[in-house]
């Protein structure tokens, strides 16, 4: 069983550590052409901002994730085995890589595309940010973050409830 252990731990890590590696190359690389669609030089500064905070708060949760892992592996590992035979494990790694890498090729697709339009078409498209458009999409995302937060805070309490019972 350590043995099972030791190789789940380190294809968990090996991903996490992928995954991070590929988040602050893509992000930064994105971000040097949305930048250069931005009309005013606050605007440039507004999505450097919020690029940079992007990659702190996606590598703190990744380097927290692997520090829990690290932590608690023999609890966590013993609990996945006992629970769910191999084969379903590994195919829903790979559910996971295949979702995971699907949306970001998706989202980078996306604003490749728009970024050729944009530099292809005879005339251009006029990208212009208005503020309160702004002021709406970031307070519409900061309330969907609070509730899925808040969400899944309860089903995680719920989850732990059902499983483990009151202690």
């Known amino acids: 069983?350590?043995?099972?252990?030791?190789?789940?731990?380190?294809?968990?890590?090996?991903?996490?550590?992928?995954?991070?590696?590929?988040?602050?190359?893509?992000?930064?690389?994105?971000?040097?052409?949305?930048?250069?669609?931005?009309?005013?030089r606050?605007?440039?500064?507004?999505?450097?901002?919020?690029?940079?905070?992007?990659?702190?708060?996606?590598?703190?949760?990744?380097?927290a994730v692997l520090a829990h892992l690290k932590k608690n592996k023999n609890k966590l590992y013993r609990e996945e085995i006992n629970a769910s035979p191999p084969k379903k494990r590994n195919n829903a790694m790979w559910v996971q890589v295949v979702d995971s890498l699907f949306v970001m090729i998706?989202?980078?697709?996306?604003?490749?595309?728009a970024m050729l339009i944009n530099k292809g078409t005879v005339g251009g498209i006029s990208y212009s940010i208005h503020v309160l458009s702004l002021v709406a999409t970031v307070s519409g995302l900061l309330f969907y973050?609070?509730?899925?937060?808040?969400?899944?805070?309860?089903?995680?309490?719920s989850m732990i409830q059902h499983i483990y019972g009151k202690k």
């Open 1 to 40: 069983m350590e043995t099972r252990i030791k190789k789940m731990y380190a294809q968990d890590s090996t991903i996490i550590i992928i995954s991070l590696v590929a988040f602050l190359t893509f992000i930064p690389y994105v971000m040097t052409f949305v930048v250069d669609l931005a009309p005013t």
């Open 42 to 63: 606050s605007i440039k500064l507004l999505i450097i901002g919020a690029g940079v905070l992007c990659c702190l708060f996606g590598a703190a949760s990744l380097f």
């Open 106 to 113: 998706l989202c980078f697709a996306t604003l490749l595309s």
């Open 145 to 157: 973050l609070y509730y899925l937060l808040k969400q899944s805070d309860k089903g995680l309490k």
